[in-house]
């Protein structure tokens, strides 16, 4: 039977084989993260896949929305409680969850991505974290009683509005607390009017400055709350 260490080498060694692999350290407050990934998303883009069903390597990037939430996020206490990430991409957002102390459940439309966010998990000296391939279109029902949902940029079309917002209403306990980051996107608009005939209360929580190589990006934490929980 092969050792922790041997398995994850092994791991790294099929991504290297089958991705050109970076790593980039994302700084956070008083803590650091190593997150490997593709060196370019755009080399992953595949005409077949996306005529299929509109793919594109999205969860290949990290984006300032996800900088911006697993910041937050390392300030919760998280010890005891269950959180789930819906689009965890190459999972900074749950490892920064994982470093709080919650036990995470981290989703993805992309095998691929599941597989970054465990062995990034294992990088960085994290319990690597249960993970699950979800189609929000059908959205699996044993997902539920979440003391903490996080989901960063995902709304960035239109048509995925009512779909997050169906997923936070499935997944979120009583008592309990969605995060969702977004870049100050025109499609994000829709995301309130859905949380309303959700029954869901929404307020933006705080806005955070990210500093990209190109420009700094303002990104707009969400809080939502089931309505008659507050």
């Known amino acids: 039977m092969q050792d922790g260490l041997s398995l994850w080498r092994d791991v790294a060694d099929d991504l290297s084989r089958r991705f050109e692999l970076a790593t980039t350290v994302v700084d956070l407050p008083g803590k650091q993260l190593k997150i490997v990934h593709p060196r370019s998303a755009d080399t992953l883009i595949s005409e077949e896949e996306f005529l299929r069903d509109e793919r594109l390597p999205y969860w290949a990037e990290i984006w300032p929305a996800a900088r911006a939430l697993a910041g937050h996020v390392l300030s919760l206490p998280g010890a005891g409680k269950r959180c789930l990430e819906l689009g965890s991409g190459l999972g900074l957002v749950s490892l920064a969850a994982l470093r709080a102390g919650y036990d995470v459940i981290a989703t993805d439309y992309y095998a691929e991505a599941l597989e970054f966010t465990r062995f990034n998990a294992a990088l960085n000296g994290l319990r690597v974290p249960q993970t699950r391939l979800v189609d929000w279109r059908a959205y699996p029902s044993d997902l539920h009683s979440m003391d903490l ?3 960063a940029d995902v709304l960035y079309e239109t048509q995925l509005s009512p779909l997050v917002v169906a997923a936070i209403d499935r997944s979120l306990s009583p008592g309990g607390l969605a995060l969702v980051a977004d870049p ?3 499609s994000a608009e829709r995301f309130w009017s859905d949380c309303q005939q959700w029954n869901l209360a929404v307020s933006r929580n705080l806005s955070v400055t990210v500093n990209t190589e190109h420009l700094p990006i303002e990104v707009r ?6 309505a008659n929980s507050e």
Request: charged share 35%.
């Open 149 to 151: 949902i996080l989901a």
């Open 221 to 226: 934490l969400y809080e939502i709350r089931r």
């Open 184 to 186: 100050a996107r025109g």
